[in-house]
C-alpha cells in the first residue's frame, strides 16, 4: 500500500504542472451544488452577485498597486512623492465601502427572513443526531409515526481500502429520508450526544442539532430525485462517517411508500413477550451489533482500549445478566460524565437489545450459553420499567 | 531622519556589550534574562519551533487527506491533529512570534531603554514552554489528545479522556502568559515614550500592539472562563454546557466566540503594524493617512466585540439576532478597506524597491484582502448557511492566518534582522522563499474554496470521490509549502552564522527611532538615556 501511494503522490505531483490551465477546464467540482429549491436558488444568485462585486473591487483596487509596482519603481528612477494625507479622498474610501455593503445587506436580508420562516409545513419531520448516525421520525402530516434510523451503507471494506470504492461512497445509507416534491418540509434538529448539523446543500438548508434543545429548518424541493450530503459539525471519531440522504419523490409514491412502511411497521413489530430461541437471538444480535456497535468495540469484539473497551472476555459481558442489560440500556457514566458507551435504551426496542446482549454473551471467546447466556426481551422489558 | 548615526543613549561600545547579559553565560542567560532583546529572541524562537510541530501535524492531516480512505491514520487520531494544529499554530506560534516583535521593537520605536515590567517579562515568556509541553504530553496520555477541534465545543469535551485537561490547563498558561505580556506593552508605551514622542508620532506598530494588548486583556479572561466551565462540567458536574443540568451547550459557543473572535485581531493587527512599518520604508514615503490608520485600527478592535455569533449561524438564532450579527460584521469591511486603502496609497508614486520584506508585505496585502473578500462572503447569512462547517471556511481564515499573519511575521522577519544580528540575509534565498511560499500557500488553499462550496465538511478524515481532485493538489501544495520553511531557517540561520555585515542604514527608506537613533546592530541596552526627538 506504502508504494502504491508514494507512486500515486508522486505521479500528481509531476503531473500537476502540465495540467495547468487545461485542468480548469475539466468538469471539475468548483461551485456551489446546483440548487434543488427556491432558497438555494436564491442562495447561488446572492453568491454569484456578491463574487462579482469582490471581484470589480478587488481588481480596481490592484490595479492602482500593480500601476505603482510597474511604473513607481526606484530602478527606473521615479522620485517619491512626500503626500501621505487627503482628507477628501479619506472620506469617499469610507463611504463608498459604505454605500456598497448597504447594497449588499439588501437582498441577502429579504432571503435570510426566507430562510428563518418554518411556519405552515405540509410534513414537519424531526431529525435526531446520534453517534454516528441520524434518527428521523416523522411527526406531523403524512407518514406520521414513520420512525427509523439512519446509517452509513458504505462497507468498512472500502473505507480501508481493501475493496474498490463504490460511485456514491461515504455518500449513501440503509435508510433514505423520504419526502414528497413540491411540499414545505420542516425538520426538527436534536441531538442525544453530541452537537450535530444537519446539512442538505441543493436545499439550502443547514441546521446545527442541539442536545436537549430543539431548532428548526425548512425546505420545499423543486424536483425529485437523490439529494446526498454529511453531518457538518465535528461530532466525534465516525464524524466524517455520518451521511445524510434525501430521496425527494412525487406526491403518489409518497403516499405509496408510506403505506408500505406503516405495513412493515405493523408486520415487523416485534413482540417482547414472545420467548425466543437462542438461535433466533444470536441471529438478530450479529445485526443488531454490525450496525449499533462494531465501530467502536470491533468486529472481533476486541475493541480499542482504553477509549473503547473489549467486549471478549470482558467481566462485564460474561457476568451476571442484570448488570450488563442496565449497562446496554443506561450506558456508562464514569465519575458523573457520561462517556462514549451511550444509553442504547431509547435507541433498540426490547428485543434488539436481547438480543445484542445474547449475542455479545455467546459469541467470540465468551461462552455463557444456558439459562445465563440467554437474554429474553421480556427481562430487558422488566429492567426498562423498573428504572 | 537624520543623516548622522548618533550613539546617544548608549553608553556602551559594542566590545563592552557582552559583560551585560546580567552575570550569566550560557543557559542561565536564557533562563534569567530579563533583557527586552534576548526574550524577543525566546519568544521568536519559540514560535518558530511551535510552527514547525504545527506543520507537521498539519502534513499529517494533509498526507491523510491525500486519496479517500483511510490510510495513515485512524479517524481518532485525526481529529486529535486537526485540533493540535489549530491550537498550536494560533497559540504557540502565531501570537508568541508578534510578542516577540513587540519586546524587540516596541522600546526601540518609542526611545525606551527596555519593558516596563523586565522580570513580569521574563516570566511571561516562560509560561509558556510549560503551555507547550502540556500540549504536546496530550498525546500520550490514555485516550490521546482532545479530538474536538481547536474550538473546544461542548459538550464533546466531556467525552474526552485526560488529554483534555492538560489542554484546559495549557489554555490557561497560555492566557495568563498573554494577559502578562499585555500589561507589561501597555505600561511600556503608555508611560515610557520618549520624550516629544507623542502617541500620535508613534510608528504604526506600537499603535497597532497597544491596541492589541487591550484586546488581549478583555478577551483572554473569557477563554479562560469557557475554558474553566468545561473542566467543572467535566469533573464536578456543573453542567453549565449540559441541558439535562440546565445549562445550554450553545452558552459555551456564545462565550468562546466572545474571545474567538477579538482573538482574530490580536493576531491581525500586530501584522497589519509590521506591514505599516514594511510599506513605507521601500516605497520611501511616509505611510498615507497615519490618523485614519488609527481610527480604522481602534474601530476594528471596538467593532470585534460585537460580531461573535457570526461564527454561529447555524445554531439557530432568531432573525433578529441574525440580521444584527451580520450587519455589525459587514460594518468592518469599513475600516479594514480604509486600512488596504491606505497601503496602496502609501505605494502610489512612491519610490519601489522590492526587497524580501517588501515582497511579503505586498504578498500579505495581495492575499489578506482576497482573505477580507471572503470573509465577506462568510457574513452574509444566506451563504454562510452554505458553507458555515466546510473548506471554504477553512480557506477562508487561512487566507488571513497565514497569508495575513504569518507571510507579515516573514516580512518583519527579513525587515529587521539587520537590525537584530548586524547582518544582512541572503537576498536571493530571501526572494526563493517569497515566490514558493506564495505559490504553494495558495496551491493549499485556494482550491480549498472550491472544495467547500461544492460541500466538503471540515474535520473529516476521508471524503467522497468527487472531492479528489482538489485534496490532491492542496495536500501536494502542502508538502512544498512545508519544504519552503526550511529553507527559510536556512537563510536565518546562514544570515546568523555568516551573513555579510549589515551597513548603519540597510533600508533607506525605514525612519522609526531603531533605524535612525541606535548602530545596527542593536546594542543590548538601546536608550539608556532617552533620545531627544525634535
Not at chain 1, 181 to 196: E, N, P, Q, S, W
Request: one cysteine or more.
Amino acid at each position: 500500500m506504502a508504494r502504491k501511494f508514494v507512486r500515486s503522490f508522486a505521479t500528481w505531483a509531476l503531473a500537476l504542472p502540465g495540467l495547468g490551465f487545461s485542468g480548469l477546464a475539466l468538469a471539475l467540482e468548483w461551485n456551489l451544488r446546483p440548487a434543488g429549491s427556491k432558497i438555494a436558488e436564491d442562495i447561488h444568485s446572492l453568491h454569484e452577485y456578491v463574487m462579482i462585486l469582490c471581484t470589480v473591487i478587488f481588481i480596481g483596487v490592484f490595479s492602482f498597486m500593480f500601476y505603482s509596482v510597474y511604473a513607481h519603481r526606484k530602478s527606473k528612477g521615479h522620485k517619491a512623492a512626500q503626500f501621505h494625507e487627503n482628507t477628501t479622498v479619506e472620506i469617499l474610501w469610507t463611504v463608498i465601502p459604505l454605500l456598497i455593503l448597504i447594497g449588499i445587506a439588501l437582498p441577502t436580508t429579504r432571503t435570510v427572513i426566507a430562510q428563518k420562516d418554518t411556519s405552515n409545513p405540509d410534513l414537519t419531520i424531526k431529525v435526531t443526531g446520534y453517534q454516528w448516525k441520524w434518527g428521523y421520525d416523522y411527526v406531523k402530516g403524512e407518514g406520521e409515526g414513520i420512525s427509523f434510523v439512519s446509517t452509513l451503507a458504505t462497507p468498512r471494506e472500502q473505507i480501508e481500502n481493501k475493496a474498490p470504492k463504490g460511485e456514491h461512497y461515504l455518500l449513501e445509507v440503509d435508510n433514505e429520508l423520504v419526502v414528497p416534491v413540491g411540499r414545505k418540509i420542516r425538520v426538527l434538529t436534536t441531538a442525544a450526544d453530541v452537537i450535530h448539523s444537519w446539512w442538505m446543500p441543493s436545499f439550502g438548508a443547514k441546521q446545527d442539532a442541539i442536545p436537549g434543545f430543539i431548532r428548526d429548518l425548512w425546505f420545499r424541493a423543486d424536483r425529485t430525485g437523490t439529494y446526498r450530503s454529511q453531518c457538518v459539525e465535528l461530532c466525534g471519531k465516525e464524524h466524517g462517517f455520518m451521511p445524510i440522504v434525501v430521496r425527494v419523490v412525487s406526491q403518489d409514491e409518497y403516499s405509496k411508500w408510506v403505506g408500505e412502511k406503516m405495513k412493515l411497521i405493523v408486520a415487523a413489530a416485534d413482540d417482547p413477550n414472545k420467548q425466543y430461541t437462542m438461535d433466533e437471538l444470536k441471529k438478530r444480535g450479529e445485526q443488531v451489533y454490525a450496525k449499533n456497535c462494531v465501530v467502536c468495540h470491533q468486529a472481533n469484539g476486541k475493541g480499542t482500549p482504553p477509549a473503547f473497551p473489549p467486549l471478549d472476555g470482558s467481566q462485564v459481558v460474561t457476568g451476571a445478566k442484570d448488570k450488563q442489560i442496565q449497562t446496554v440500556l443506561n450506558g456508562v457514566i464514569k465519575d458523573g460524565k457520561a462517556t462514549a458507551m451511550v444509553a442504547f435504551g431509547p435507541q433498540l426496542n426490547d428485543v434488539e437489545l436481547a438480543a445484542v446482549i445474547t449475542f455479545t454473551r455467546n459469541n467470540w471467546g465468551n461462552k455463557v450459553g444456558g439459562e445465563q447466556g440467554l437474554v429474553q426481551p421480556s427481562e430487558v422489558k422488566a429492567l426498562r420499567e423498573k428504572k | 531622519m537624520s543623516a548622522v548615526i548618533d550613539n546617544h543613549g548608549h553608553a556602551h561600545g559594542h566590545d563592552g556589550h557582552h559583560d551585560h547579559h546580567g552575570g550569566y553565560g550560557g543557559l542561565m542567560r536564557w533562563i534569567t534574562t530579563t533583557n527586552h532583546k534576548d526574550i524577543g529572541t525566546l519568544y521568536l524562537w519559540f514560535s518558530f519551533l511551535m510552527f514547525m510541530v504545527g506543520g507537521v501535524l498539519a502534513l499529517a492531516i494533509r498526507l491523510e487527506l491525500f486519496e479517500p480512505g483511510i490510510q495513515f491514520f485512524n479517524p481518532d487520531l485525526f481529529n486529535q491533529f486537526t485540533t493540535m494544529h489549530g491550537l498550536i499554530m494560533v497559540f504557540g506560534a502565531i501570537m508568541p512570534a508578534f510578542v516577540g516583535f513587540a519586546n524587540w521593537q516596541i522600546p526601540m520605536m518609542i526611545g525606551a531603554p527596555d519593558m516596563a515590567f523586565a522580570r513580569l517579562n521574563n516570566w511571561s515568556f516562560w509560561l509558556l514552554p510549560f503551555a507547550a509541553a502540556l500540549l504536546v504530553l496530550s498525546f500520550f496520555m490514555p485516550g490521546g489528545a482532545p479530538g474536538v477541534g481547536w474550538t473546544l465545543y461542548a459538550p464533546l469535551t466531556v467525552q474526552m479522556g485526560i488529554g483534555m485537561d492538560l489542554t484546559i490547563f495549557a489554555v490557561h498558561l497560555l492566557g495568563m502568559s498573554s494577559i502578562l505580556g499585555s500589561i507589561n506593552i501597555i505600561t511600556t508605551i503608555l508611560n515610557m515614550r520618549a520624550p516629544g514622542m507623542t502617541l500620535m508620532r508613534m510608528p504604526m506598530f506600537c499603535w497597532t500592539w497597544l491596541i492589541t494588548a487591550y484586546l488581549l486583556v478583555a478577551a483572554m479572561p473569557v477563554l479562560a472562563g469557557a475554558v474553566t466551565m468545561s473542566l467543572t462540567d467535566r469533573h464536578f458536574g456543573t453542567s453549565f454546557f449540559n441541558a439535562a443540568g440546565g445549562g445550554d451547550p450553545v452558552l459555551y459557543q456564545h462565550i468562546f466566540w466572545f474571545f474567538g473572535h477579538p482573538e482574530v485581531y490580536i493576531i491581525a493587527l500586530p501584522a497589519f503594524g509590521v506591514v505599516s512599518q514594511v510599506i513605507p520604508a521601500f516605497s520611501r514615503k511616509p505611510l498615507f493617512g497615519y490618523a485614519s490608520m488609527v481610527y480604522a485600527t481602534s474601530a476594528i478592535a471596538i467593532l470585534s466585540f460585537i460580531v461573535w455569533a457570526h461564527h454561529m449561524y447555524t445554531v439557530g438564532m432568531p432573525v433578529q439576532g441574525q440580521l444584527f450579527f451580520m450587519y455589525a460584521t459587514t460594518l468592518i469591511a469599513v475600516p479594514t478597506g480604509v486600512k488596504v486603502f491606505n497601503w496602496v496609497a502609501t505605494m502610489w508614486k512612491g519610490s519601489l524597491s522590492f526587497e524580501t520584506p517588501m515582497l511579503f508585505a505586498m504578498g500579505f496585502l495581495f492575499l489578506f484582502t482576497l482573505g477580507g473578500f471572503t470573509g465577506l462572503v462568510c457574513a452574509l447569512v444566506p451563504i454562510d448557511i452554505q458553507i458555515h462547517d466546510t473548506y471554504y471556511v477553512v480557506a477562508h481564515f487561512h487566507y488571513v492566518m497565514v497569508a495575513g499573519a504569518l507571510f507579515a511575521a516573514f516580512a518583519g522577519i527579513y525587515f529587521w534582522l539587520p537590525k537584530w544580528t548586524g547582518r544582512m540575509y541572503d537576498e536571493a534565498l530571501g526572494k526563493w522563499h517569497f515566490w514558493l511560499t506564495m505559490i504553494f500557500f495558495n496551491m493549499i488553499f485556494f482550491v480549498q474554496h472550491f472544495l467547500g462550496l461544492a460541500g466538503m465538511p471540515r474535520r473529516i478524515p476521508d471524503y467522497p470521490l468527487m472531492f479528489e481532485t482538489w485534496n490532491k493538489i492542496s495536500s501536494i501544495g502542502a508538502f512544498g509549502f512545508g519544504l519552503s520553511q526550511l529553507l527559510f531557517l536556512y537563510v536565518v540561520l546562514k544570515a546568523i552564522r555568516r551573513g555579510a555585515k549589515a551597513p548603519e542604514r540597510p533600508w533607506e527608506g525605514a525612519d522609526s527611532l531603531e533605524w535612525t537613533h541606535l548602530p545596527t546592530p542593536a546594542p543590548y541596552h538601546s536608550f539608556e538615556t532617552a533620545p531627544v526627538l525634535k
